[in-house]
């Protein structure tokens, strides 16, 4: 069954910090470009990071230097270290996995962030 499983959201004070976590299961998950993204209330969903199947990163202009995204191939795992949280990161966060036209997307994991 093809599925990613993300964890590690929660409730967090701002300033705070987070490590969210994607399980892959189901694909060749090493050849996959892999990407977080974040959907608030009432706005759409907006890309966090991203991480290709060969390591390059991409960061959208607003978590730069606040959030890393690693990834695991031996484990099927995607990571998201976010750091120096805002009130305004409150989101649910989502793991998504891209090879050409194949898009598949994690159910989401809630990131609340308190001032």
């Known amino acids: 069954q093809v599925q990613l499983v993300e964890s590690g959201g929660g409730l967090v004070q701002a300033g705070g910090s987070l490590r969210l976590s994607c399980a892959a299961s189901?694909?060749?998950?090493?050849?996959?470009?892999m990407a977080w993204h974040r959907q608030a209330p009432g706005k759409q969903r907006e890309l966090v990071a991203e991480i290709t199947s060969s390591g390059s990163t991409n960061y959208a202009d607003s978590m730069k230097g606040r959030f890393t995204i690693s990834r695991d191939n031996a484990n099927n795992a995607v990571y998201l270290q976010m750091n120096t949280l805002k009130p305004e990161d409150t989101a649910v966060y989502y793991c998504?996995?891209?090879?050409?036209?194949?898009?598949?997307w994690g159910q989401g994991t809630q990131v609340t962030v308190s001032s």
């Open positions: 998504r996995a891209r090879r050409g036209p194949v898009t598949i």
């Open positions: 189901g694909f060749t998950f090493s050849i996959y470009d």
